[in-house]
């Protein structure tokens, strides 16, 4: 029989669409430890990452009984970003800018950590933040989805070459591009990333 992790993630949404509830749990006890831990990691306060959590399989259960889900197999990615969405709504609600976690491959977005600006400081972050939203816009769609996978969804390299179905040197690839041309856009554009 073939264990949880073999089970791929599309059986199992088929199967609890069909009426399987076991088959979420399954779903839930696959992915719940990446899941959490990058809300977490996002959070570091462990009763609003479980609300977060929690707020996430509700969101996929409706999705899910409503038919309306189609993320062609990438169920981990479409989870990924219902989270992602739930802490930029809890930030935003609570007043409070997001603590986006500094990488190797992309350090221009620790221009938003600082979380004790003034007004003005906090104006400054919002232009930086929709500047950058709208230049990972102009990407193309593989590197786009590199750039999403790796920078807001925490995942590895690895990760990002099984979900998309690429080899890791095309994902490595994928990403190098994407911040090449970032890196051009910005000097093109003139746009300044920095309060």
Not at 40 to 67: E, G, H, P, W
Not at 115 to 123: A, P
Not at 171 to 189: P, S
């Amino acid at each position: 029989m073939a264990t949880t992790n073999q089970i791929p993630d599309a059986l199992l949404v088929k199967n609890y669409i069909a009426g399987d509830e076991n088959a979420l749990a399954l779903l839930i006890n696959k992915h719940q430890t990446k899941i959490y831990g990058f809300i977490y990691s996002k959070m570091n306060d462990r009763d609003v990452a479980d609300d977060i959590f929690q707020d996430t399989f509700i969101k996929v259960i409706k999705t899910l009984k409503s038919n309306s889900y189609n993320e062609e197999g990438k169920f981990l990615p479409w989870v990924m970003r219902i989270s992602h969405n739930l802490i930029v709504d809890y930030y935003r609600k609570n007043k409070k800018m997001p603590m986006l976690r500094e990488t190797e491959e992309f350090s221009i977005f620790s221009v938003l950590k600082d979380s004790s600006l003034n007004i003005e400081g906090k104006m400054i972050n919002d232009v930086i933040e929709n500047d950058l939203q709208k230049i990972i816009l102009e990407l193309p769609d593989d590197q786009k989805e590199v750039l999403m996978m790796r920078i807001y969804q925490d995942l590895s390299f690895n990760e990002i070459a099984e979900l998309t179905g690429v080899s890791i040197n095309t994902a490595l690839g994928r990403m190098r591009y994407a911040l090449l041309n970032l890196r051009k856009i910005i000097e093109k554009n003139n746009i300044i990333l920095t309060n």
